[in-house]
C-alpha cells in the first residue's frame, strides 16, 4: 500500500473510516474467503480495478470489498455478466473512476486549504458527511442519464454487434510542447480547463460523444457524420472566435468500429489520428469514405487534398472539408461598397 507519513497518519485514518464506512479489518484471504470468489481471481480483479496491491496478511479490506466481490459473482451467475468479461469491465470502470476520484479530491483539498490553510482530522467528519452524499448522488444521477442513452443506442444496433458505423474524429491542440513550455501551472491548467470545457460542450450539443481526452487531444464519435463535420468545424474555427481556445487541427475517419467498454477501436480511428497529424493548423481533414458522405451536401465544401505515406498506410487519401462559399453576389456587392 502507498506509505505515509507519521503526521498524515490519524489524516489519513479518519478520512478512510469515513469513506469506507468502517475500520479495516479483514486481509485479502479473508475477504476471498468471506466473498466464496479464489483468491487467485480475488486478485486480479482488485488488479483491474487499478488499487494498489497487498500482501496476505496486510488488513486493508472492510465488508464492502466483500459484498463487491460477491456482487461481481451475482451478475456472472445471472448471465448479465459474462466471465470473460468481468475483468475488461472491472479495468474501464477501474480507469474511470480513479481519474474522476483525483479530480475530486484535488478540488475539494485546493477549497478546504484556501480556506483554512490547514486541515485536523476533526474537519474530515463534516466535509465527507457534506460532501460524500451530495458527489454520490450526483455521481449516481449522471450514470443513470449516460446509462439511459447507451440503451438507446444499443436498441437501434442490429442484433447488438459491437461493431457500429461511426464517424471518429480526433482534435489536436497545436503546438503544446511549445506553447505548455512557458506557462505556469496555473496558466496551464486553465487552458486545459478551456480545451476540455469547449470540446465537450460543442460534442454534446452536435450529438456526438467524447470518448476520451489524451493530454492535448480529445477523441469523439457521432452516429451522424453531418455531425461529426460540424464538430470538427467547430472546433477547428474557435481559436478565431477567441483567443483563449487553443489552435487545433481535426482528423476524421469514417466505417465501422469496434465499441468496447466505452472505448473504439478499428481503421477510422487509426485514420483520423493519422489525419490529425496531417492537418494545418485550423483545418478539418478526412478520409475517402467521409467524404463520399459529405461531398452532397450544400452544409460543407469537400476537396481531395492529396495522397500521403503515414504509418500504416502507404497511400492515405486526404481531403479537406471547409464550411460553404460566401455567395459570389454578395462579395460583389461587399467590394462594391468599399469603393463607395
Same mark, same amino acid.
Given at each position: 500500500?502507498?506509505?505515509?507519513?507519521?503526521?498524515?497518519?490519524?489524516?489519513?485514518?479518519?478520512?478512510?473510516?469515513?469513506?469506507?464506512?468502517?475500520?479495516?479489518?479483514?486481509?485479502?484471504?479473508?475477504?476471498?474467503?468471506?466473498?466464496?470468489?479464489?483468491?487467485?481471481?480475488?486478485?486480479?480483479?482488485?488488479?483491474?480495478?487499478?488499487?494498489?496491491?497487498?500482501?496476505?496478511?496486510?488488513?486493508?479490506?472492510?465488508?464492502?470489498?466483500?459484498?463487491?466481490?460477491?456482487?461481481?459473482?451475482?451478475?456472472?451467475?445471472?448471465?448479465?455478466?459474462?466471465?470473460?468479461?468481468?475483468?475488461?469491465?472491472?479495468?474501464?470502470?477501474?480507469?474511470?473512476?480513479?481519474?474522476?476520484?483525483?479530480?475530486? =479530491?484535488?478540488?475539494?483539498?485546493?477549497? +478546504? #486549504? %484556501?480556506?483554512? &490553510? !490547514? $486541515?485536523?482530522?476533526?474537519? /474530515?467528519?463534516?466535509?465527507?458527511?457534506?460532501?460524500?452524499?451530495?458527489?454520490?448522488?450526483?455521481?449516481?444521477?449522471?450514470?443513470?442519464?449516460?446509462?439511459?442513452?447507451?440503451?438507446?443506442?444499443?436498441?437501434?444496433?442490429?442484433?447488438?454487434?459491437?461493431?457500429?458505423?461511426?464517424?471518429?474524429?480526433?482534435?489536436?491542440?497545436?503546438?503544446?510542447?511549445?506553447?505548455?513550455?512557458?506557462?505556469?501551472?496555473?496558466?496551464?491548467?486553465?487552458?486545459?480547463?478551456?480545451?476540455?470545457?469547449?470540446?465537450?460542450?460543442?460534442?454534446?450539443?452536435?450529438?456526438?460523444?467524447?470518448?476520451?481526452?489524451?493530454?492535448?487531444?480529445?477523441?469523439?464519435?457521432?452516429?451522424?457524420?453531418?455531425?461529426?463535420?460540424?464538430?470538427?468545424?467547430?472546433?477547428?474555427?474557435?481559436?478565431?472566435?477567441?483567443?483563449?481556445?487553443?489552435?487545433?487541427? =481535426?482528423?476524421?475517419?469514417?466505417?465501422? +468500429? #469496434? %465499441?468496447?467498454? &466505452? !472505448? $473504439?477501436?478499428?481503421?477510422? /480511428?487509426?485514420?483520423?489520428?493519422?489525419?490529425?497529424?496531417?492537418?494545418?493548423?485550423?483545418?478539418?481533414?478526412?478520409?475517402?469514405?467521409?467524404?463520399?458522405?459529405?461531398?452532397?451536401?450544400?452544409?460543407?465544401?469537400?476537396?481531395?487534398?492529396?495522397?500521403?505515406?503515414?504509418?500504416?498506410?502507404?497511400?492515405?487519401?486526404?481531403?479537406?472539408?471547409?464550411?460553404?462559399?460566401?455567395?459570389?453576389?454578395?462579395?460583389?456587392?461587399?467590394?462594391?461598397?468599399?469603393?463607395?
Amino acid at each position: 500500500m502507498t506509505e505515509r507519513l507519521a503526521g498524515d497518519e490519524d489524516l489519513y485514518s479518519a478520512l478512510e473510516v469515513n469513506l469506507l464506512g468502517q475500520r479495516p479489518y479483514l486481509t485479502r484471504v479473508q475477504v476471498a474467503e468471506r466473498s466464496g470468489v479464489s483468491m487467485e481471481r480475488a486478485h486480479e480483479l482488485w488488479r483491474s480495478l487499478g488499487f494498489p496491491p497487498t500482501t496476505d496478511d496486510e488488513i486493508a479490506f472492510v465488508d464492502t470489498d466483500v459484498e463487491a466481490l460477491q456482487t461481481l459473482q451475482l451478475l456472472v451467475d445471472s448471465g448479465l455478466l459474462d466471465e470473460q468479461k468481468e475483468i475488461a469491465l472491472s479495468r474501464s470502470m477501474g480507469r474511470s473512476f480513479a481519474r474522476l476520484a483525483e479530480w475530486e =479530491v484535488a478540488e475539494i483539498a485546493d477549497n +478546504v #486549504l %484556501s480556506e483554512l &490553510g !490547514d $486541515v485536523d482530522p476533526a474537519l /474530515v467528519d463534516t466535509v465527507a458527511d457534506q460532501a460524500l452524499p451530495a458527489m454520490e448522488q450526483l455521481q449516481n444521477y449522471v450514470w443513470r442519464r449516460h446509462l439511459a442513452s447507451a440503451a438507446g443506442r444499443l436498441l437501434l444496433r442490429v442484433e447488438n454487434e459491437e461493431t457500429v458505423g461511426l464517424t471518429v474524429g480526433f482534435a489536436d491542440v497545436v503546438g503544446w510542447t511549445r506553447r505548455t513550455r512557458s506557462m505556469t501551472t496555473e496558466e496551464l491548467a486553465a487552458m486545459v480547463e478551456r480545451f476540455e470545457q469547449v470540446a465537450t460542450t460543442t460534442v454534446a450539443d452536435a450529438g456526438g460523444r467524447i470518448i476520451k481526452t489524451i493530454g492535448d487531444e480529445v477523441l469523439f464519435v457521432a452516429d451522424d457524420p453531418a455531425a461529426a463535420a460540424r464538430i470538427a468545424l467547430t472546433l477547428a474555427e474557435m481559436h478565431g472566435l477567441d483567443e483563449e481556445f487553443p489552435k487545433v487541427r =481535426v482528423g476524421l475517419g469514417h466505417g465501422e +468500429v #469496434l %465499441s468496447r467498454f &466505452g !472505448d $473504439v477501436f478499428g481503421e477510422p /480511428v487509426n485514420i483520423a489520428s493519422r489525419l490529425t497529424s496531417l492537418a494545418r493548423p485550423g483545418r478539418v481533414l478526412c478520409d475517402r469514405g467521409l467524404a463520399d458522405v459529405l461531398r452532397h451536401s450544400e452544409e460543407f465544401r469537400v476537396r481531395w487534398w492529396r495522397i500521403v505515406p503515414v504509418k500504416g498506410y502507404s497511400r492515405l487519401e486526404a481531403w479537406a472539408v471547409k464550411r460553404p462559399k460566401a455567395p459570389r453576389e454578395h462579395g460583389l456587392i461587399e467590394s462594391l461598397r468599399s469603393q463607395v
